[in-house]
T-cell receptor, first 114, second 114 residues
Framework: AQSVAQPEDQVNVAEGNPLTVKCTYS??????LFWYVQYPNRGLQFLLK??????LVKGSYGFEAEFNKSQTSFHLKKPSALVSDSALYFC????????????FGSGTRLQVQP | DTAVSQTPKYLVTQMGNDKSIKCEQN?????MYWYKQDSKKFLKIMFS???????INETVPNRFSPKSPDKAHLNLHINSLELGDSAVYFC?????????????FGPGTRLTVL
């Protein structure tokens, strides 16, 4: 079984401050981990993924995420938030064993205040 | 230039009706998906096709039937619509059959069953 948890429904941060959106996962094998972003009334857009290798993954729009195997976490980070980063962020996992379907977290709404 | 397109964007219908949602991708991808996003923004896989072959069929009522006439299209037909079917339905596609490939999402179809 595979699952992913996003413990925060909403994260509020001031523009220019660093942001973190949390994600923890549970899989019985090597995980493939993803972050997607959804802007209002739009489909999801891929931000970044971890497959293997370097634990720090860099993605689109200045976002990065760190894979931490011991803590089973894959938190999304950005050094300096922009108002335009305000959106719904989804963490997702695929079990490396072959099931092709993404299992999504419940989503975290990021609100960046000017 | 639209990569993954869905029609219609909005669909309002009465309980008991039959309706279809169409999806087309012009990315040359081999795998296509249908996801359902409920009112609380939970996103769940419904179906996945690879080269016109059904590879994932989650616990979805038989009233939902996907059809893939070719690699570029994956349509969703829903019989005897129920109130609980109201949601946003997203189509997505990815290159090849590897589970770690980035998925490209369509803009969504908001289905309202009255």
């Amino acid at each position: 079984a595979q699952s992913v948890a996003q413990p925060e429904d909403q994260v509020n941060v001031a523009e220019g401050n660093p942001l973190t959106v949390k994600c923890t996962y549970s899989v019985s094998g090597n995980p493939y981990l993803f972050w997607y972003v959804q802007y209002p009334n739009r489909g999801l857009q891929f931000l970044l993924k971890y497959i293997t290798g370097d634990n720090l993954v860099k993605g689109s729009y200045g976002f990065e995420a760190e894979f931490n195997k011991s803590q089973t976490s894959f938190h999304l980070k950005k050094p300096s938030a922009l108002v335009s980063d305000s959106a719904l962020y989804f963490c997702a996992v695929i079990y490396g064993g072959g099931r092709r379907a993404l299992t999504f977290g419940s989503g975290t709404r990021l609100q960046v205040q000017p | 230039d639209t990569a993954v397109s869905q029609t219609p964007k909005y669909l309002v219908t009465q309980m008991g009706n039959d309706k279809s949602i169409k999806c087309e991708q012009n990315l040359g991808h081999d795998t296509m998906y249908w996801y359902k996003q409920d009112s609380k923004k939970f996103l769940k896989i419904m179906f996945s096709y690879n080269n016109k072959e059904l590879i994932i069929n989650e616990t979805v009522p038989n009233r939902f039937s996907p059809k893939s006439p070719d690699k570029a299209h994956l349509n969703l037909h829903i019989n005897s619509l129920e109130l609980g079917d109201s949601a946003v339905y997203f189509c997505a596609s990815s290159q090849g059959s590897e589970p770690y490939n980035e998925q490209f999402f369509g803009p969504g179809t908001r289905l309202t069953v009255l």
